[in-house]
């Protein structure tokens, strides 16, 4: 083939010869796929053979990987001064055999995210994630960026949001990733961040509610909101409103809430079967803290539930779901009796 001569190497297997048409490109990850520019559209599967490959090793010396202003992935021979899409180490490839899943699911509790995000590349998408300084938020944030995606570090702290982009950027330098500040307990805040990401201009394809407080004494937020539900409900109400027209204009787009299998152990209904807004909120003699998250993520899933109903005809997807039972993060910080039962847990729930 001229490409792979080009590259400086020869056709290693004719047989695996591509149709007119047809060019073989490769992930981030080095996973191979293919492009057929006449019905322009791509796959995973030689179109010949059906086989799936990936590529073997590290690039050669003197390459290096770089990836345009469309998202494309190509690469830079220094030694030779030359540039070329096509992945040097196509003429070593291995073929790939993925097991049958023998469960009714591809993926389970022992799933890491960057098995999930294996062989995709996702390179142009812009993806915001609140809280993702730390725990859960910020592994989210690292796996999406190391497989290109532009990530939004939306964090009350600044400090600390651009603290975890440096620990990312520590992992690959050419990771896409920012910070902004966006405090959840002020309606004004998110306001704020809601403008401010607008004025950047950028599209958006993914957005990821997942800051959340647990366990935290009573107080109002600046808005006269109990905590708790302002910070895991009412703020990421907010902010979705604010970035719809941009998710829509972004699709195919998608939000993810996280919630918690917590929402089973509550009501937010009165004896009449009425919704209760005084229990949403509750004064600090109606208040307790498990009972308040529990609703809050009840919340979540309710207003995931209904946002899918509404935009995903408008090619925007909303799904919540549950992250797993105590995952020993910061979320048990603020009372030392959640972290003692955290800490017991540990060894028995899922890492990090």
Request: hydrophobic letters at 35%; glycine letters at 6%; one cysteine or more.
């Amino acid at each position: 083939m001229a490409a792979l001569k080009y590259a400086g190497l020869e056709d290693t297997d004719s047989e695996e010869e591509l149709p007119p048409g047809w060019e073989e490109r490769t992930t981030k990850d080095g996973w191979v796929y293919y492009a057929n520019h006449l019905e322009e559209k791509t796959q995973w599967e030689h179109p010949k053979s059906g086989k799936r490959k990936r590529v073997a090793g590290d690039l050669p010396y003197g390459w290096e990987q770089e990836t345009d202003e469309n998202g494309q992935v190509y690469f830079v021979d220094h030694i030779n001064k030359r540039t070329t899409y096509l992945d040097p180490r196509l003429a070593f490839t291995v073929e790939d055999n993925p097991a049958k899943p023998t469960t009714r699911q591809k993926y389970d509790g022992n799933s890491t995210a960057m098995e999930i995000l294996q062989g995709r590349d996702l390179s142009g998408k812009v993806v915001i994630i609140t809280g993702a300084n730390s725990g859960i938020g910020f592994e989210t944030a690292k796996s999406l960026a190391l497989h290109g995606a532009h990530v939004i570090l939306a964090c009350r702290s600044l400090s600390r949001g651009n603290d975890a982009v440096q620990r990312i950027l520590g992992e690959w330098h050419k990771a896409k990733v920012e910070a902004m500040t966006l405090d959840l307990a002020s309606l004004q805040s998110v306001q704020h961040f809601a403008e401010a990401f607008k004025s950047k201009n950028l599209p958006l394809h993914i957005l990821i509610c997942n800051a959340a407080v647990f366990g935290v004494p009573w107080c109002l937020t600046e808005d006269g909101l109990e905590s708790t539900f302002q910070v895991n409900h009412l703020g990421h109400f907010y902010l979705v409103q604010l970035l719809e027209e941009v998710l829509c204009q972004s699709s195919p787009a998608r939000v993810v809430v996280v919630s918690s299998e917590s929402h089973r152990f509550t009501e937010i209904k009165d004896s009449s079967g009425k919704l209760d807004f005084s229990l949403l909120s509750p004064s600090k003699k109606e208040y307790w803290a498990m009972l308040a998250y529990n609703r809050s993520k009840l919340c979540n899933i309710l207003f995931s539930n209904e946002l899918n109903r509404r935009l995903s005809p408008h090619g925007v997807t909303s799904n919540s779901l549950h992250p797993g039972n105590m995952i020993y993060s910061s979320l048990h910080r603020n009372w030392w009796v959640y972290t003692l039962l955290f800490t017991l847990a540990r060894p028995f729930t899922k890492s990090m």
